[in-house]
């Protein structure tokens, strides 16, 4: 993508809209907005498809009910001109494989949004996934091919391509992607099975349940918890150009280690229950390679899987 021109510093930002605001990692992003900018005006669309109405409690600015894949932005937001935009909406749970459900309602959602948003080429900070590098071993770095294994991967590599596209039409245009590895953390809970691994092993536990797992238990995610998504995707809105980054830890741990973090933070000794794994799809290995957040964003992950997990169980332990 090529270079921008518009700067835009976030403490500018008093027009912003955040699209999914309802859902895990966007309500997380709502609330901290709000908390930096109480004067600024905060408009949230969600369909509640995978939002949660409780994660907006103390929300303060205007929420419109719609389907970005469906809305008629022109007509909902008449002269609006936003100071940015963040989209999180979209379908999240990856085991839906409906592939016209999964394809309309995530790529055609984003190309509505940037349709609306060309006219005043309104800085646009979109999420889009790990999922992107398909089934692969080792470190991920945004300049490997797209290798998507599933039509919710398939759908977030057609957003990268609709976004580079715009950004070829529009070079002054920023238009920033994050592929978020495995997100886990406060605002997940409504997810139910498509919650973290992190909060299902942690709620087998807390029931005093053996965790189950994959067989062998030795699959290793890039764990990366809400609050460091949360403050790389608000950099994201200063980047200096348009560009795709990780979103990640930059650490890769096993469900194995992950349970005994659990263990050791709940005082339990509970044993892994490994399960066949039916998903042909299922990534071995997630692993950010964060070097270009660190250079172009100046952004560094503060939360390794260890310590985000604690500071979680802590929230847990007073939700």
Same mark, same amino acid.
């Given at each position: 993508?090529?270079?921008? &021109?518009? @700067?835009?510093?976030? *403490?500018? $930002?008093?027009? =912003? ?7 895990? +990692?966007?309500?997380?992003? &709502? ?7 109480? @004067? ?11 939002? @949660? ?24 937001? *008449? ?16 085991? /839906? ?9 995530? +790529? ?9 948003? !060309? ?21 991920? &770095? ?8 599933? =039509? #919710?991967?398939?759908?977030? $590599? ?54 189950? $797992? ?5 699959? *290793?995610?890039?764990?990366? #918890? ?12 200063? !980047? ?12 890769? /741990?096993?469900?194995?280690? $992950? =349970?005994? +973090? ?10 892994? @229950?490994?399960?066949?794994?039916? #998903?042909?799809? #299922? ?25 985000? =997990? ?8 007073? !939700?």
């Amino acid at each position: 993508m090529r270079r921008g &021109v518009r @700067e835009l510093s976030l *403490r500018d $930002v008093r027009n =912003i809209l955040v699209t999914g605001g309802a859902g895990f +990692i966007g309500s997380n992003l &709502v609330r901290e907005l709000q908390s930096r900018h109480p @004067e600024a005006r905060i408009v949230v669309v969600d369909d509640f498809r995978s939002g @949660e109405f409780r994660n907006l409690q103390g929300f303060r600015g205007d929420f419109v009910t719609g389907d970005v894949s469906r809305m008629e932005w022109s007509v909902q937001f *008449r002269d609006t001109v936003f100071d940015a935009i963040i989209h999180e909406a979209s379908i999240t749970d990856t085991t /839906v494989h409906d592939q016209f459900l999964q394809a309309h309602d995530n +790529i055609e959602g984003f190309r509505r949004l940037l349709e609306f948003a !060309a006219p005043h080429q309104t800085p646009v900070v979109y999420a889009s996934s790990a999922a992107t590098y398909g089934i692969c071993s080792g470190v991920q &770095v945004e300049s490997q091919p797209a290798a998507p294994a599933n =039509i #919710y991967a398939f759908s977030k $590599v057609q957003l990268d391509n609709l976004a580079r596209d715009y950004c070829r039409r529009f070079p002054a245009w920023r238009i920033v992607g994050l592929r978020y590895f495995n997100v886990y953390g406060p605002g997940e809970v409504h997810k139910k099975a498509a919650a973290s691994m992190v909060y299902q092993l942690w709620a087998q536990m807390k029931a005093g349940k053996r965790p189950r $797992v994959f067989r062998g238990g030795e699959q *290793r995610r890039d764990f990366v #918890y809400v609050k460091d998504v949360v403050a790389m995707t608000l950099q994201a809105l200063n !980047a200096p150009r348009s560009d795709i980054f990780n979103c990640g830890s930059g650490h890769a /741990v096993s469900f194995n280690e $992950v =349970i005994a +973090i659990l263990n050791r933070e709940l005082g339990t000794d509970l044993p892994p @229950e490994y399960i066949d794994n039916p #998903y042909s799809f #299922y990534q071995p290995h997630t692993q950010a390679d964060m070097q270009r957040a660190r250079t172009e964003l100046g952004f560094t992950p503060q939360f390794p899987p260890d310590s985000g =997990i604690t500071d979680y169980l802590r929230h847990l332990a007073h !939700a």
